[in-house]
């Protein structure tokens, strides 16, 4: 087995620095550096959580291939990140007094979910559980 301790960073392309970061910094997270977004480099934000996102870019050719999950075209890739949050009730009005629109949402067996799209239309799920997480994924497979 591989020794994986924890999710160190997830990085999101993405094509206009300025929007981008705006929009992170308005779900909380923070700069930490820019190590030359216009050579490659990622941009480093950290939430206070502990999430931490690589932006990179700049993008340099448009999307003509979605590996986006809510839409019927299905290619191969990463289609989202998922963020565990507290409240549903307090998340839901936190993005509509940002004026941030949902692209989706669902409720399955105790675990309620919205789905939101950064500028570059990357999908972010954000998900709540009435009462404790359950222990392991595997305590939902014959449930799904």
């Known amino acids: 087995m ?3 301790e924890k999710v160190d960073h997830v990085g999101i392309r993405v094509s206009d620095k ?21 050579q490659g480099h990622p941009i480093i934000m950290q939430h206070p959580s502990g999430v931490v996102l690589n932006l990179l870019g700049p993008s340099n050719t448009a ?4 590996v986006l999950m809510d839409l019927d075209e299905k290619y191969p890739g990463l289609t989202h990140v998922s963020f565990k949050v507290g409240s549903m009730a307090e998340t839901k009005q936190f993005l509509a007094d940002r004026g941030i629109a949902l692209s989706g949402e669902f409720a399955f067996k105790g675990m309620q979910a919205v789905f939101i ?8 799920e954000l998900d709540a559980y009435d009462g404790a997480e359950p222990a392991t994924r595997s305590d939902r ?3 799904l």
């Open 2 to 4: 591989l020794g994986i």
């Open 18 to 38: 300025t929007i981008a970061t705006a929009f992170y910094e308005g779900l909380g997270f923070e700069t930490l550096s820019d190590t030359g977004f216009d």
């Open 63 to 66: 999307n003509d291939k979605n």
């Open 117 to 124: 799209r950064d500028p570059d239309r990357n999908v972010i």
């Open 141 to 143: 497979v014959g449930e």
